[in-house]
């Protein structure tokens, strides 16, 4: 598949990579939209903290759902979807009082792991 990968600062490549396989718990997306934010434009030009390169951007992404784990509803399959870009681990202090917003080691699609600038990409979780 097609994958967009910000090689290193000021340089962006196409790559043809493998498509994901999708885990029990996971779902994948054909990506058919992605909103390119003030984040993006600061990993692209180097000054993004906390990132790294190489590093597939994008976290802002809508498309339809074209595969779901063993654990996840087939019926999905077909439907549009959104990603909610923030992922947290669940176990820390902050998500263990429901405050998942402020989990200490919370990552960010297409920041912290690699985001949604390819054909298919592989959703953690469905809610
Ligand atoms: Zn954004
Ligand atoms: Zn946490």
């Known amino acids: 598949m097609r994958t967009v990968v910000c090689a290193e600062p000021g340089h962006m490549t196409l790559e043809q990579r493998d498509s994901p396989s999708c885990g029990a718990e996971e779902a994948l997306l054909r990506i058919r939209r992605i909103g390119v934010c003030g984040t993006d434009i600061h990993a692209y030009g180097g000054n993004q903290p906390y990132f790294s390169y190489p590093r597939v951007l994008g976290h802002e992404l809508a498309g339809e759902i074209v595969e779901v784990g063993s654990e996840g509803d087939p ?53």
């Open 75 to 127: 019926d999905l399959v077909g439907k549009r979807a959104y990603v909610i870009p923030y992922l947290h681990c669940g176990e820390c202090r902050a998500c263990r009082h429901g405050r998942t917003n402020c989990c200490q080691r919370m990552q960010v699609i297409g920041v912290h792991r690699d985001g949604g600038m390819c054909d298919t990409w592989r959703c953690p979780s469905i809610i």
